[in-house]
């Protein structure tokens, strides 16, 4: 399992078009990829349940994968969210 | 020119459109059927399914047209409306419900409504706003899933286009 914590820059925040770019990314890997902000999860694949976190641009979440590719996933996605929106 | 109605209403995004107009009429959808017998869940479940990638694929056309006329943020929004109708919580939501013998379309719309009422009792008003996004993606999928023709316009991304397109 590999966890780690990044801050969401995009402006939007994770919201529909930045929600849906992270779910084209995390479905990439065959791992369990969850996001979490404020006690609460959710999975990385679906963008209904990440846009219910309503993770706002400079909030702190958390990525946590499990699977084969844990640690490539995990890079990736908060590259993603570190970057701001093209 | 004599049958010339003038309408008026917020604009959507700039410029001059000329194409079909399309009524829309918001509302809750009622679905065709609530219930299935027994034997059906199976083909109920493919019926669905089915009806998940018709739609994903219908809004990833509409979201390429936009994208070759130059409408990158139009795209966008049809894209998110793609990863909507094709989200594996979505589905997976429809699917325990088809098990449970109710209708795909049944399920979907009381699937929908629930994620509308997450959103739309969001502070964010952004958030909120996509109440209607996922209401709309709901009734896309539920209209194909009950078994008849798709009563949506097939060309509502034409009315969408704008000036040189």
Do not use: W
């Not at chain 2, 130059?70 to 699917?95: L, N």
Request: aromatic residues 4%; charged residues 35%; proline residues 4%.
């Amino acid at each position: 399992m590999v966890e780690r914590e990044a801050v969401v820059v995009p402006e939007a925040g994770l919201h529909a078009r930045p929600a849906a770019r992270f779910v084209k990314e995390a479905k990439g890997y065959t791992s369990q990829i969850v996001v979490i902000k404020g006690g609460r999860e959710a999975n990385a694949k679906s963008s209904l349940r990440l846009m219910t976190l309503g993770a706002k641009h400079g909030d702190r979440v958390m990525i946590r994968a499990e699977g084969e590719d844990e640690g490539a996933a995990v890079d990736a996605l908060v590259a993603l969210l570190s970057q701001e929106e093209e | 020119m004599a049958d010339c109605v003038k309408l008026y209403g917020v604009a959507a995004s700039e410029g001059i459109a000329v194409g079909p107009v399309f009524v829309h009429l918001p509302g809750k959808l009622k679905p065709e059927r609530e219930n299935i017998p027994k034997d059906a869940v199976e083909e109920e479940q493919r019926r669905f399914r089915d009806a998940v990638e018709t739609v994903v694929e219908k809004l990833s056309e509409t979201a390429e047209e936009l994208r070759e006329v130059g409408s990158e943020s139009e795209a966008g929004i049809f894209e998110a409306h793609a990863e909507m109708a094709e989200d594996p919580e979505f589905s997976s939501e429809v699917e325990e419900r088809v098990r449970n013998l109710e209708s795909p379309e049944a399920a979907v719309i009381s699937v929908g409504e629930e994620f509308a009422g997450i959103f739309a009792a969001m502070e964010d008003e952004y958030l909120a706003a996509r109440a209607d996004d996922v209401r709309d993606v709901a009734s896309r999928i539920a209209s194909r899933a009950d078994g008849r023709q798709d009563g949506r316009p097939r060309s509502s991304g034409e009315a969408l286009r704008g000036p040189g397109s």
